[in-house]
């Protein structure tokens, strides 16, 4: 019995318990050679941490599961659209339980800083980072960069949009992913243009003799 | 490197798997070795670049130079498919080194032939140096893993072709560029520098 199997069968009890240390106790009566009585809190502790640490190690848990489901996404779509959106559906079955997950992790574990959102970046750049690694989106540079922020902040807007209102979030991310892509291709004829400008510049002033 | 040049997709694991069972430390020691590589190939492409744009008409120096830099435009393709293959993180400074390697290669172009061929001496000294430097860091990740082996076949082959160039920048009289000594110290002392912000940045 390992903590790491204990987490991977904690993860279908969390839409009926929530990220709870509850959760982890009942999970090993899921195992494969399951226990008869639930984990002591004792145990939990040992295994996971004291009070609030273990629902983080099965928030972070639930959250890397949700990046392994991603790669299923390749295999039956391989977008950047679906891929984000079986992202979104990971979300679905504990969406109620999400705000309360989030806060916890933003939460302050010391007096100061008072909240730590690098949690939240750090999933957000996550996502991102997985999403762009299954496309194959990966340009090089600095772009590498942007690229990754704008699916970033395209896919933490899509989930704060699902948290409230569920039903519109994948139009919702469509419209974002379209909006993304217009600017994307404005930029690169810009960049174009502006290359042909410069080119011909240059001819002209070679031709002028000049240099 | 041709396991990555082929223009039929391969998906031997050799080619588009990342090990899994490497340690936070090699996992770190793999993340910059291959960042600050594709640094160096970009930066090593531009001073080419830089090069050609002063001595390209050149009759003994221009195809010279063109001949490197096809090169280390393959070795930039090759390390652009390992960065993709190992999700490696690029350099924030990759547009710092486009810029810097424009710049050295045409302020040495400028300054002779020669000049200009110890600049190609100076770099790929401290680039024969580095890979070496990655072979024995390499040496002690887990050996059973084809990419593992692939990639040390590869930064091999890129060191063999890098001290390729630097015995062609010796024989075309590098070593007779004017202030030879001082031009090669800075050069490399600049070489090193950036090896060691791009490992970090």
Redesign the interface.
């Known amino acids: 019995m390992t903590a790491r199997a204990i987490l991977q069968h904690a993860l279908p009890l969390i839409s009926t318990h929530g990220f709870t240390r509850k959760t982890l106790s009942l999970a090993v009566m899921q195992l494969p050679t399951p226990h008869s009585q639930p984990l002591s809190e004792t145990a939990i502790t040992a295994l996971f941490g004291n009070g609030d640490d273990a629902r983080r190690t099965l928030i972070n848990g639930w959250l890397k599961g949700g990046l392994e489901d991603m790669q299923h996404g390749k295999t039956t779509g391989g977008t950047m659209q679906h891929i984000l959106k079986r992202r979104l559906r990971w979300n679905e079955p504990v969406l109620e339980h999400l705000p309360e997950a989030f806060a916890l992790l933003v939460a302050p574990q010391q007096t100061l800083p008072r909240f730590d959102i690098r949690p939240a970046i750090s999933h957000a750049a996550s996502v991102a980072d997985e999403a762009c690694y299954l496309t194959s989106d990966s340009p090089e540079g600095t772009s590498w960069y942007v690229r990754r922020a704008v699916i970033a902040s395209i896919y933490t807007a899509a989930e704060l949009h699902q948290i409230t209102s569920p039903q519109t979030s994948e139009a919702f991310l469509d419209e974002l992913l379209e909006k993304s892509e217009s600017v994307r291709r404005v930029v690169a004829e810009s960049s174009l243009f502006a290359e042909y400008v410069g080119k011909s510049w240059g001819s002209l002033i070679k031709s002028r003799g000049i240099f | 490197s041709s396991a990555y040049l082929r223009s039929t997709p391969d998906f031997h694991s050799a080619t588009t798997l990342t090990p899994n069972e490497l340690s936070l430390e090699q996992r770190h020691t793999l993340d910059a070795a291959l960042r600050v590589d594709q640094a160096g190939e970009i930066a090593a492409n531009y001073i080419y670049a830089g090069q050609m744009a002063v001595l390209g008409r050149d009759k003994a120096a221009g195809p010279l130079i063109q001949e490197m830099w096809n090169q280390e435009k393959v070795h930039l393709a090759v390390m652009?498919k390992l960065?993709?293959q190992h999700?490696i993180?690029?350099t924030?400074l990759?547009?710092a080194a486009k810029v810097a390697g424009f710049g050295l290669g045409a302020v040495t172009a400028l300054m002779g032939k020669e000049a200009a061929m110890a600049c190609t001496e100076a770099v790929e000294t401290v680039i024969g140096e580095h890979y070496d430097d990655q072979l024995r860091d390499l040496a002690s990740f887990p050996t059973h893993d084809p990419s593992i082996q692939l990639l040390k076949d590869v930064i091999r082959e890129l060191r063999d072709d890098e001290l390729e160039h630097l015995d062609t920048a010796v024989v075309n009289n590098a070593q007779r560029a004017p202030g030879h000594a001082l031009l090669s110290t800075v050069v490399g002392a600049g070489c090193r520098v950036a090896i060691e912000l791009c490992k970090r940045i």
């Open positions: 652009n960065h993709l999700r993180r690029p924030l990759l547009e």
